[in-house]
């Protein structure tokens, strides 16, 4: 569901995308991220054609810093080198707030 961003360059390219792309910041060691695992997936195939990506938190703490991610997860959408929204850990508990928050950027 998720393609894995492994690189720097990775990220940049991902975000310089027309379409706006879905990006979540995890980690492995979160529980609130294996919780919100369970329902994002149901959650985002009720949008069309998104571009999803995961970016693990620890591995780059550069770029988390650099985009404001203070907790994990955090869901972010990009286009055009530009963040359009950030929906920060304490707002994505469930799978209405993710919903809520997609809806702002992606089609049903």
């Given at each position: 569901m998720f393609e894995k961003l492994l690189s720097e360059a990775?990220?940049?390219?991902?975000?310089?995308?027309?379409?706006p792309v879905f990006?979540?910041?995890?980690?492995?060691?979160?529980?609130?991220?294996?919780?919100?695992?369970?329902?994002?997936?149901?959650?985002?195939?009720?949008?069309?054609?998104?571009?999803?990506y995961s970016i693990d938190k620890d591995?780059?703490?550069?770029?988390?810093?650099?985009q404001e991610v203070m907790g994990i997860p955090s869901l972010l959408v990009f286009q055009n080198d530009r963040k359009l929204g950030h929906l920060h850990s304490a707002n994505a508990k469930t799978p209405d707030q993710a919903r809520a928050f997609l809806e702002q950027f992606f089609n049903h």
């Open positions: 990775q990220f940049k390219e991902t975000i310089s995308q027309d379409q990006i979540k910041f995890y980690a492995d060691w979160c529980p609130d991220c294996k919780r919100m695992d369970m329902f994002i997936g149901e959650v985002l195939s009720e949008f069309q054609v998104i571009s999803t591995q780059f703490e550069e770029i988390a810093n650099q």
